[in-house]
């Protein structure tokens, strides 16, 4: 489920990590997750808010791809089906999507990435 403390926790160390190790890079995490009441997320989606929306997206080319974005999860979580479709969306428009559990590997990724070895 979408919004779980330990997503909310694990992404918080995964931008620990960015910042302390990739200053420069260009990323952003769009907040689709939460309660919200009805006028809110009728604002949101009218904004541009768009359901399945990776947790961070990365906006930097390396080798084939024009961006990553990853989608993270804690224990026996799952993507969703509007988070499948989203990012197959962006794999045809050429970047790499990658669903991640832990911190190991979500560094592991992007430092592949930033070397361009995911290519």
């Known amino acids: ?6 997503e909310d926790k694990f992404q918080e160390e995964c931008v620990k990590w960015l910042q302390l190790q990739y200053k420069k890079l260009l990323y952003h995490h769009s907040p689709n997750g939460g309660k ?3 006028r809110e ?3 949101f989606k009218r904004m541009g808010t768009r359901s399945g929306c990776p947790d961070l997206m990365f906006y930097k080319r390396s080798g084939n791809y024009v961006g990553l974005a990853t989608e993270l999860k804690r224990g026996k979580n799952t993507a969703t089906d509007n988070q499948e479709d989203f990012m197959a969306e962006l794999r045809k428009e050429g970047w790499l999507c990658v669903t991640i559990w832990t911190m190991d590997v979500f560094m592991k990724t992007v430092n592949d990435y930033m070397r361009g070895a995911n290519n």
């Open 1 to 6: 489920m979408r919004g779980s403390g330990e």
């Open 36 to 38: 919200r009441d009805p």
């Open 41 to 43: 997320a009728a604002k």
